[in-house]
């Protein structure tokens, strides 16, 4: 459950506000900055990667 890592990780409340979640359907796939899922890590049997690039506008 995301709000357990949260606690775990001992994010402010502001942290939490700020922080980004890549989510496919309804499976968390990576909290940038934190973590990825075993599932969508590259591997040696990996046939697509995808590449996100994030650019913040202020």
Same mark, same amino acid.
């Given at each position: *459950? +995301? /709000?357990? #890592?949260y !606690?775990d990780? *001992? +994010? /402010?409340? #502001?942290? !939490?506000e700020?922080? +980004?979640?890549?989510?496919?359907?309804?499976?968390?796939?990576?909290l940038?900055?934190?973590r990825?899922?075993d599932?969508?890590k590259?591997?040696?049997?990996?046939?697509?990667?995808?590449?996100?690039?994030?650019?913040d506008?202020s």
């Amino acid at each position: *459950k +995301l /709000s357990d #890592f949260y !606690k775990d990780q *001992k +994010l /402010s409340l #502001f942290e !939490k506000e700020d922080a +980004l979640v890549l989510c496919s359907g309804n499976d968390i796939i990576w909290l940038p900055g934190m973590r990825l899922d075993d599932r969508f890590k590259v591997c040696k049997n990996t046939k697509k990667i995808i590449k996100l690039v994030w650019q913040d506008k202020s």
